[in-house]
Antibody
Framework: QVQLQESGPGLVKPSETLSLTCTVSGGSVSSRGYYWGWIRQSPGKGLEWIGSIYHSGSTDYNPSLKSRVTISVDTSKNQFSLKLNSVTAADTAIYYCVRSLYDSSGFYSSWGQGNLVTVSS | EIVMTQSPATLSVSPGESATLSCRAS??????LAWFQQKPGQAPRLLIYGASTRATGIPARFSGSGSGTEFTLTISSLQSEDFAVYYC??????????FGPGTKVDVK
């Protein structure tokens, strides 16, 4: 049973970069057939898919966030990460790291507990 | 972007009764539709994918149907643990997956 755990600062200043890491246990980020991603949830926008990375390293991003987002994998630490730059108050949300079902894309069966990030000076 | 809408916003149901939740897409998503359940303070939990396939460990009282733009999640004989918010999500439009605003199922 794979487990995901987000970590990172809970407070980020406007215009700075939000950085979160997801540590994976019970599975490997190198495993073929899985997509690893990030989804956020805010009262104003609801659930919003941010992007994902495949075991091969290929990435896909939400077009609305693409210019500001980078998702990467660190196989040595069995982690993957999210960077979102030039944040504003609209980026305040709970950020979840997620994993897809095997050989499926677009929906996610495993979720971390979530990391609340507030953007404020 | 495909816009997902859900109705009703809130559904009040007595335990033991059934609940029918609706989800509509602004354009066809074929059968690439998932349903999630979320309880307060928890992450969403995958219930249904492919419009009608139950995820591992999901009780048979949860069933999904529909295709194209109209989808339904039916919960038969609601248990106390089923009172939650339910979201639909389309994953047909790559790479722009979108969620509905949710339907809250509460106790009547």
């Amino acid at each position: 049973q794979v487990q995901l755990q987000e970590s990172g600062p809970g407070l980020v200043k406007p215009s700075e970069t939000l950085s979160l890491t997801c540590t994976v246990s019970g599975g490997s980020v190198s495993s073929r057939g899985y997509y690893w991603g990030w989804i956020r949830q805010s009262p104003g926008k609801g659930l919003e898919w941010i992007g994902s990375i495949y075991h091969s390293g290929s990435t896909d991003y939400n077009p609305s966030l693409k210019s500001r987002v980078t998702i990467s994998v660190d196989t040595s630490k069995n982690q993957f990460s999210l960077k979102l730059n030039s944040v504003t108050a609209a980026d305040t949300a709970i950020y979840y790291c997620v994993r897809s079902l095997y050989d499926s894309s677009g929906f996610y069966s495993s979720w971390g507990q979530g990391n609340l990030v507030t953007v404020s000076s | 972007e495909i816009v997902m809408t859900q109705s009703p916003a809130t559904l009040s149901v007595s335990p033991g009764e059934s609940a029918t939740l609706s989800c509509r897409a602004s354009q066809s998503v074929t059968s690439n539709l998932a349903w999630f359940q979320q309880k307060p303070g928890q992450a969403p939990r995958l219930l249904i994918y492919g419009a009608s396939t139950r995820a591992t460990g999901i009780p048979a009282r949860f069933s999904g149907s529909g295709s194209g733009t109209e989808f339904t999640l039916t919960i038969s004989s609601l248990q106390s643990e089923d009172f939650a918010v339910y979201y639909c999500q389309q994953y047909n439009n790559w790479p722009s997956f979108t969620f509905g605003p949710g339907t809250k199922v509460d106790v009547k």
